[in-house]
């Protein structure tokens, strides 16, 4: 297929895709939990457990009480102490909500994200920024919560995609029917895509991405090809390729 028509195909599939229908519980994504709430700490949560088989992150994600970020620590341990998520035990889910309530009391995530990002405009340097200011407000290491909260890498080739950053981003920093648009700083188009398993095989297949390698290099790959599609916007082609791999069209 030529680049042409692979254009073709996905600008169809994204108009078609962007209505609220997408999101559903018969077709579950965290993006329709954190979409009822229109706040960033929340939406990170559930993006930060988007990890896993769709309508189980659904499901967990809404056993949560999100009031509890504004609740005293006290609580949130007691509220949270029977909850688990995968690789996280209870320990680790209350941790991610006392960091996040400690952050928001001191600073946006989006003005953490944008110290880092604003000097060259390069959205992992926002990452790396955030990672570490989280860490610094509830330092905890173990396996389930550094799986979870993620740490910047030694080397970029060494690293993952960091996916569920880069959807919490899509989230953020885009806006139309499916992303939330909460954020103002940050331009659309220096987004990464959040490459999964899904989106790495589509894109494989339609000769979009030649690495075979799933890291960051082959997101900033792919992101770099389809600029050539929309250099303003390319990302807006991220939900439409894991829907084409999910649903096995492509």
């Known amino acids: 297929m030529e680049l042409s028509e692979i254009k073709t195909l996905l600008d169809n599939e994204v108009e078609a895709r962007n209505n609220s229908a997408e999101l559903s519980f018969d077709k579950p994504d965290p993006l329709l939990v ?23 992150i659904v ?3 809404q056993s949560l009480d999100f009031s509890l970020l504004d609740a005293s620590e006290e609580k949130i341990k007691q509220a949270l102490s029977s909850h688990y998520y995968r690789f996280q035990n209870s320990e680790d889910v209350m941790s991610l909500f ?6 928001r009391s001191e600073e946006s995530i989006e003005n953490i994200f944008y110290a880092g990002y604003k000097k060259e405009e390069n959205i992992l340097d926002g990452l790396w920024q955030f990672m570490k200011r989280l ?19 030694k080397k970029l080739s060494a690293s ?17 029917a499916l992303d939330m648009g909460l954020w103002s700083k940050i331009d659309k188009k220096d987004l990464l895509m959040p490459l999964d398993t ?5 894109s494989r297949r ?22 050539a599609f929309d250099e303003t916007d390319p990302v807006k082609y991220d939900f439409a390729l894991y829907r084409l791999g999910q649903e096995k069209l492509a």
């Open 34 to 56: 954190a979409s009822q709430y229109q706040d960033e700490s929340i939406a990170l949560i559930c993006a930060l457990f988007g990890y896993g088989n769709a309508g189980l």
């Open 59 to 61: 499901q967990f994600l």
């Open 98 to 103: 006392i960091a996040l309530k400690r952050l």
């Open 135 to 153: 860490q610094s407000v509830y330092p905890r290491q173990t396996r389930g919560y550094s799986f979870l909260t993620g740490s910047p890498p």
């Open 160 to 176: 993952g995609t960091y996916k569920r950053y880069m959807m919490y981003l899509r989230w953020m920093v885009r806006k139309d």
């Open 198 to 202: 899904h989106t790495f095989n589509v």
């Open 206 to 227: 339609l000769g979009l991405l030649q690495r075979r390698t799933y890291d960051m290099k082959a997101s900033m790959e792919l992101t770099e090809t389809l600029r």
